[in-house]
């Protein structure tokens, strides 16, 4: 059955530090997200492809985060500088479409922050 | 806009004993309702979803869910609880504008032996 990839699936780094983390969504979703799942809350939708253009980013915080999906497969999401709040789970997401009801997620990337 | 109350923390059944996960949402329009499982340090697993038709919706591993309109609810059952269906569980909400989900806080579903 394919999967959601995502790797690392630990990373620990200092405060101030570029931490990047990588998805490779189903093959042939068009779709991808990026969630932040904080301990003890459920996931908040961080920013949303359609292919290799963004469609949600409402509540990525811009000024430290950036996403890309250059040829609209594989996704990276970059944090710069890290602070001790971004520690979190954050996971990747994908469906067939933006239409598509369903969402397949991956295991996640742990992050924390000293 | 949209939201997911999920009221319970967690719930705790014993194994063989009917459970029930508690979910009431709110949305604008005509709901899209998703039950997700979640076990430690893994990603989120899709159980179910309820988009139109029958209220009963079932779903992966034994589960199924009632979609109640008048009381806004999409509760999570099960007839008999295994220990291994302890972990947690999220209701989500799509509406149809914006097209992205809205999860609860999650329930922890604990089933003792």
């Known amino acids: 059955e394919a999967e959601v990839a995502q790797s690392p699936r630990y990373k620990i780094t200092e405060k101030s530090q570029a931490v990047a983390f990588w998805c490779d969504p189903i093959?042939?979703?068009?779709?991808l997200y990026w969630y932040r799942q904080i301990l003890g809350q459920g996931p908040e939708l961080l920013v949303q492809f359609q292919d290799e253009s963004v469609v949600d980013d409402s509540q990525l915080p811009k000024d430290r985060f950036s996403a890309e999906r250059l040829k609209g497969v594989d996704s990276t999401l970059k944090i710069q500088p890290a602070e001790l709040g971004d520690s979190a789970m954050y996971l990747c997401?994908?469906?067939?479409?933006?239409?598509?009801?369903?969402?397949?997620f991956g295991p996640g990337t742990r992050l924390l922050v000293l | 806009a949209q939201s997911v109350a999920q009221p319970e923390d967690q719930v705790n059944v014993a194994e063989g004993n009917p459970l029930t996960v508690k979910c009431t949402y709110s949305v604008s329009g005509n709901p899209y309702l998703f039950w997700y499982v979640q076990y430690p340090n893994r990603g989120l697993q899709f159980l179910l979803k309820?988009?139109?038709?029958?209220?009963l919706v079932k779903g992966s591993y034994g589960f199924e869910a009632e979609f109640n309109k008048s009381q806004t609810s999409f509760h999570l059952k099960k007839p008999s609880a295994l220990v291994s269906d302890s972990a947690l569980y999220f209701c989500?909400?799509?509406?149809?504008?914006?097209?992205?989900?809205?999860f609860g806080k999650g329930t922890m579903l604990l089933v003792s032996p």
């Open positions: 989500a909400v799509r509406d149809m504008v914006p097209s992205t989900l809205t």
């Open positions: 309820y988009i139109t038709g029958d209220n």
């Open positions: 997401a994908s469906s067939p479409d933006r239409n598509q009801e369903t969402q397949y």
């Open positions: 093959s042939g979703h068009a779709t």
